[in-house]
């Protein structure tokens, strides 16, 4: 059975090993800067199946979901190309620059394919850029969950993960190849910017009318 990690114990990583946690199959690695600190979050949240250790641990599971900033990222992915060969890499960043007013990639450029560019020999995913941490910490929105783009060049990592994450409560949809992190990703800022206007940050996300089944993934 394939094991996920999650590393980072920030406001995105928190929420994503409680969803883990609750509703998955399996267990969980949790790494962190300070395992200890990581291991006090999992006895105050009460999480079962949850492991918490180092980056060093946590890079040996085969579905890593690191939940850093873009440039912390791709810093990380950069000193450890030869661990992550062969691994599914679950990108879940929005380059945004410091004062969110724009991004640090260039139009037609995303974040997702530069973590790509980095790590030839892994596969990166895309996926839930587009849902806030509050959201994915309480993804029940009157009776509804929130849709989360699912990207990636490889269709079979792309399936490999949906299936994995799929007790979780969010609709994972198949949203087609790593550069529609173009527009995903820019729309997260316009999302920010409805959830300022309509007082609801930081709680925003993503939901798509029409979709009856996420079934059909071609
Ligand atoms: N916040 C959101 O609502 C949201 C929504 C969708 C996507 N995202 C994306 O998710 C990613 C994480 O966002 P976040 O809001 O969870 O960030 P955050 O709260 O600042 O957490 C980032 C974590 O990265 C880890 N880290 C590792 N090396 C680091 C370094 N050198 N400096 C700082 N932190 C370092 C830290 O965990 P340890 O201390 O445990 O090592 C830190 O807690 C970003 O790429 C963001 O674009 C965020």
Do not use: C
């Not at 998955?24 to 979050?41: I, K, M, N």
């Not at 973590?115 to 839930?128: D, H, K, N, R």
């Not at 007790?167 to 409805?194: Q, S, V, Y």
């Amino acid at each position: 059975m394939m094991k996920i990690s999650v590393m980072g114990t920030g406001n995105m990583g928190k929420a994503l090993v409680k969803q883990l946690s609750i509703f998955g199959d399996h267990s969980v690695l949790w790494g962190s800067r300070d395992p200890l600190e990581a291991q006090q979050l999992v006895t105050q949240l009460q999480l079962s199946n949850v492991i918490a250790g180092t980056y060093e641990a946590a890079q040996q599971a085969d579905i890593i979901i690191p939940a850093f900033h873009a440039s912390v990222l791709k810093e990380w992915a950069a000193a450890h190309q030869d661990q992550l060969k062969g691994k599914i890499i679950v990108d879940i960043s929005n380059p945004f620059n410091s004062d969110f007013s724009g991004f640090t990639t260039a139009w037609g450029e995303s974040s997702a394919e530069q973590l790509q560019a980095l790590l030839p020999e892994s596969t990166v995913i895309g996926a839930f850029k587009n849902t806030f941490f509050k959201v994915v910490d309480e993804p029940n929105f009157q009776g509804r969950v929130s849709d989360v783009l699912v990207t990636g060049n490889d269709d079979h990592a792309v399936q490999q993960f949906m299936e994995y994450v799929k007790p979780l409560p969010f609709r994972f949809l198949h949203a087609g190849k790593l550069d529609n992190n173009r527009t995903i990703e820019r729309f997260t800022l316009l999302e920010l910017e409805l959830a300022l206007r309509y007082n609801t940050y930081p709680y925003i996300s993503l939901q798509l009318f029409g979709i009856k089944e996420p079934i059909a993934v071609n």
